[in-house]
């Protein structure tokens, strides 16, 4: 089981906007970095964005930047990813789990997950659809 639960997803048409929750219970995310991926049916997991925990550094996938946001909330114990102009061809589930390195290329793999972390939760679905 994993031990972060994402949330938020849902249906939308084109141009809306989600924002998915990862959430930690049982741990604090602060110090961790943290990515987000997503999976559309028959196609590779691509990591979409990550956070680092130190300081707050961001890196996103070319095919996101500009459209959505990764962020922090260290007394909600969250990782956000607020979804802009969103787009059908970003219609996957999306997971987030820890990292041992937020790095610029996170939207390809390997990626470095933490070995604690390697077993990837349910995620949360998102549709972009007219």
């Known amino acids: 089981q994993s031990q972060l639960e994402e949330s938020g997803g849902g249906l939308v048409q084109p141009g809306e906007s989600l924002t998915l929750s990862c959430l930690a219970s049982e741990f604090s995310l602060n110090y961790f970095n943290i990515g987000w991926f997503r999976q559309a049916p028959g196609k590779a997991r691509e990591g979409v964005s990550c956070?680092?925990?130190?300081?707050?550094?961001?890196n996103y996938a070319d095919s996101v930047k500009g459209r959505f946001t990764i962020s922090r909330d260290t007394a909600e114990n969250t990782v956000y990813l607020q979804m802009n102009s969103l787009k059908p061809d970003d219609t996957a589930v999306y997971y987030c789990t820890a990292l041992w390195a937020c790095r610029a290329d996170i939207a390809t793999g390997p990626f470095p997950i933490l070995p604690a972390f390697e077993r990837w939760g349910q995620g949360t679905q998102v549709t972009v659809a007219s």
């Open positions: 956070i680092d925990g130190s300081g707050g550094g961001t």
